[in-house]
């Protein structure tokens, strides 16, 4: 019977292994915050989850103008006194020199004071450590190289904070420098002439969150102000700021959620050749775009202007930025930034494009041999709480990233690394190098990551981070201590049931719900980010209509949910999903609750909506649907007597089996799963490809006359 649908599953389809937090639901408040603010109650929700839950707070955030700042001449200690240095080095032609990173951070910073100063009549040059010899930050050769060229005036910028030592030999040398950094403060500060640093002010201020980019804008902008010569220069440099600020993972929250707004809608008109270039290889070039669903007071043809967006910055313009400080010479990018040359523009951004396609390949290959050491190693995450995983001729520039998608797998902090051979001992050459480990670190939102590589200070080199990342090097001697000590740093601050990868979801809604209104109302949301996050929505009970991989890694799904009124059963309008690098969960289970978030698919110039799913697990509260029975049988299985019946349940068909006691199996076609109880508000889910399930299916099958289906 080959039309008759199975209910035998092959294998237990494998779920992602995930936590989910819903913020709890407000609709009072909800519905008062969006009658005031003209937003959807699900908006006015997400408002109130992200702490704006009064009129005024939410109005001032949705309208970030219409609150008066401080200058920032009066926030930041050292800033007039480094507006100083830098004019008097101008007007005295004296040679500035930027010492900058090789992130996205560093090289945004760095190519936003090479145009500023240069445009202001300074005579600047720039220097970037390498980063697979020397490490991050400025060191005493730059200090040493910058002092035989003549420079005068030495600047960092997005590094230098805990740089005492190059910052103290420049002091002996006779150069003035000016430190703008943001990372965290070291116990002492380095001798610097000033430092400019949010973590230097007050915790309130609205420029507490600025990244190296931010600092690096904000003194641009004084020292033009200063100069009188503001015109022409501010818009090229806010939409390095943007960049920069985007690409680092900033907190999209006080000036720079104000500043962000406004590089947005100038980026794709942008004033930079490179930016131009760089949006062009991308593939977000092109002013129009045509909607392809008619909703919502947006008909089928209706030409809106393509704008970018922050997730276009966070997973198209900025990995091809960084790419190449991780790989390859942050001089490509800094060129890409400052030249007014169309022709070398295209030429650096092809470069770029090339780069971040070999950044890809690696980031693939480590990952699948990371996944396939942890596979092979049989390591219980549960016991050791924490994953540290080294391997040879991993290539450091890229293993960051990897560790990242390590943590959405395992729902652990992730410690990465790879050897590196120590340079010879010139005094006693006889001695063999000892091996030394160079890795990255990302965790979990109750691990701290810095402060577990605090507690192995004594065995590492250098170390350093925050919260959610870090950085460190030790020799090869010192591994299996340093995962023990690691593992028991977890164990302090980790429970099991911290092991999953969280979800943080901000309401529910019907896919009735889902269109375009709702999703250009997020655009009053952004710029969205850190502190900031994109809204998340959950829809309960969601039939799988059709799923298909994506390539090799993702996979691409076609939505229904069912919907009842008045005993009536009707199936809402499909909605397509992409759910990216998870093809190894295909297939899916055909009925889920499913968490999203809203995006938009441009294909062959039409602009549809889409689900982007971040998360899914079985239904816990499965649709009441009163069925319409097709068939009954009786049949006996090891001796025990049990009734089946085939039911249409909403559009799928349902197998129930009940026993003596009144116990029922009920099982939706296509599932891998079924419901076992007395009655489903209290049944448990039950996996039917277990052995005594899976034969008492079969027999019940055989009874309704349905074969081996």
């Not at 962000?260 to 593939?283: D, F, H, N, P, T």
């Not at 089928?300 to 010479?329: C, H, W, Y």
Request: proline share 5%; glycine share 6%.
């Amino acid at each position: 019977m080959s039309e008759s649908p199975s209910f035998l599953p092959a294998s237990l389809s494998n779920l992602p292994n995930q936590r989910w937090h819903i913020f709890p639901p407000q609709p009072e408040k909800a519905q008062q915050l969006a009658e005031a603010t003209q937003l959807s109650p699900l908006l006015a929700q997400v408002l109130i989850n992200r702490g704006f839950d009064t009129v005024e707070e939410a109005t001032v955030f949705l309208d970030p103008e219409s609150q008066a700042l401080p200058a920032p001449i009066n926030e930041l200690p050292d800033l007039a006194k480094s507006v100083e240095f830098l004019h008097n080095a101008i007007i005295q032609n004296q040679k500035i020199a930027i010492c900058g990173d090789y992130d996205a951070d560093g090289m945004t910073s760095t190519a936003l004071l090479m145009r500023s100063l240069s445009m202001l009549g300074a005579d600047v040059s720039y220097a970037i450590p390498s980063r697979m010899k020397e490490g991050y930050g400025i060191n005493n050769r730059i200090i040493e190289e910058f002092h035989q060229e003549g420079i005068s005036l030495v600047l960092t910028v997005d590094n230098g904070i805990s740089a005492y030592e190059p910052i103290a030999k420049a002091r002996e040398l006779g150069l003035t420098v000016i430190i703008t950094d943001h990372h965290d403060l070291p116990p002492e500060l380095p001798p610097a002439h000033a430092i400019l640093n949010p973590k230097l002010i007050p915790e309130t201020s609205h420029y507490r969150g600025l990244a190296g980019v931010g600092v690096a804008y904000v003194l641009a902008i004084s020292l033009a102000q200063k100069m009188g010569k503001v015109q022409g220069l501010v818009n090229p440099l806010l939409e390095l700021f943007t960049l920069g600020t985007i690409a680092d993972l900033a907190a999209l929250t006080g000036v720079n959620r104000r500043w962000v707004k406004r590089g947005l809608q100038r980026l794709m008109r942008s004033e930079i050749q490179g930016v131009q270039a760089l949006i062009e290889v991308a593939g977000l070039s092109g002013s129009t775009r045509t909607i392809s669903e008619n909703t919502d007071n947006l008909s089928s043809n209706e030409q809106t202007k393509k704008v970018i967006k922050p997730e276009d910055i966070g997973f198209r313009l900025g990995p091809r930025i960084n790419a190449v400080g991780r790989i390859a010479d942050p001089q490509i990018v800094i060129e890409l930034l400052t030249t007014e040359n169309m022709g070398i523009a295209l030429e650096r951004a092809m470069q770029c494009e090339q780069i971040n396609q070999q950044r890809q390949q690696l980031c693939e290959k480590i990952e699948q041999e990371a996944i396939a050491w942890c596979e092979n190693s049989k390591i219980d995450l549960k016991k050791e709480r924490v994953l540290v995983v080294v391997q040879p001729e991993w290539h450091h520039g890229v293993i960051g990233i990897v560790a990242s998608r390590l943590v959405d797998r395992y729902g652990v902090p992730v410690f990465i690394g790879t050897y590196e051979e120590e340079k010879e001992d010139e005094e006693n050459l006889s001695e063999k190098p000892s091996k030394k480990i160079r890795g990255s670190a990302r965790g979990i939102p109750e691990f701290h990551v810095f402060d577990a590589l605090q507690s192995c200070a004594d065995l590492l080199g250098k170390f350093g981070g925050h919260k959610a990342a870090g950085g460190f090097s030790l020799v090869a001697e010192n591994l299996d201590e340093f995962r023990q000590r690691l593992s028991q740093f977890a164990h302090q601050c980790l429970e099991i049931e911290h092991l999953k990868p969280l979800i943080k979801i901000d309401v529910q809604a019907n896919l009735k719900q889902i269109n375009f209104a709702l999703y250009h109302q997020i655009d009053q949301l952004h710029p969205c980010g850190i502190e900031n996050d994109s809204p998340i929505f959950w829809t309960p009970n969601v039939r799988i209509v059709k799923q298909q991989l994506a390539g090799k890694e993702h996979l691409k799904l076609t939505l229904s949910q069912d919907c009842r009124s008045e005993n009536k059963i009707t199936a809402l309008p499909s909605l397509d999903a992409i759910a990216w690098r998870w093809g190894e969960y295909f297939p899916l289970p055909t009925q889920l609750d499913i968490a999203y978030k809203l995006r938009t698919n441009d294909w062959q110039g039409q602009t549809s909506l889409q689900l982007e799913i971040v998360g899914v697990r079985l239904p816990q509260t499965p649709t009441v649907i009163t069925p319409k029975t097709q068939k009954v049988a009786e049949f006996y299985y090891k001796d025990r007597k049990y009734t089946c019946s085939l039911c249409d349940s909403g559009s799928l068909t349902e197998l129930r089996i009940r026993n003596a006691e009144g116990k029922v199996l009920a099982i939706q076609q296509g599932q891998k799963t079924g419901l076992l109880g007395k009655n489903r508000q209290e049944a448990k889910i039950v996996d039917i490809s277990e052995p005594f399930f899976h034969h008492l299916i079969r027999a019940a099958c055989h009874a309704l006359g349905m074969g081996d289906e």
